[in-house]
């Protein structure tokens, strides 16, 4: 899959001239939800949201803008009543129904929906490619951790202002389409060259 957006990004871009000025690059900040991935019953606390961050460049056509983002959504926690649990079993448990709140590449495009003098409003539809990791701790063993990835779209859109020339701020909502899905509502600000 990943192979595929690879060679679907150069042939895009090879058709496309290159022009300084149809160049952008943003950061933004925002908050990411997502649920456990399964219920049980020995969870004493969960934590299911978190902060999120992203940066990405944008490459504008005249009626599509490409989309590359490193977009982190932050990190989840659930504990449990550990008493009748060891050390490995426990992090099996917590593995098995934590919240996944990956980090990793987004690739994606933006449609204009709407757009006048200084106010703008965009649907956005990509693929993150993500990973995520699950570590818990104890005396006995230190630390245990289980890695897990994989790649899912996700939809979106944006409404924005124009403050000047070539610096938009934005309001953005996307969904993260993983096995629980992931919201994410973020304000970026996006700096044309």
Known sequence: MINKIACFSLLVAASCPVNASNWSASVAFGTAETKLAQTHTDIQHAD???????????????????????????????????????????????????????????????????????????????????????ASSSASTGGLKTSNHGSDGYVGGQVGYQLHQKLNLALQYRKFLLDKSVDNISVSLEYYF
């Open 48 to 134: 299911t949201s978190s902060t999120s961050w992203q940066v990405g460049v944008h490459y504008h056509l005249p009626k599509l803008t490409l989309d590359l983002a490193y977009i982190d959504l932050g990190e989840g926690e659930v504990g449990l009543e550990s008493g009748s649990y060891t050390p490995e079993q426990y992090h099996q448990t917590v593995a098995e129904i934590a919240p996944i709140l990956p980090e990793g590449w987004a690739l994606g495009a933006s449609i204009p929906a709407y757009k006048n003098e200084r106010i703008f409003l965009d649907a956005q539809i990509g693929m993150y490619i993500w990973q995520n990791e699950i």
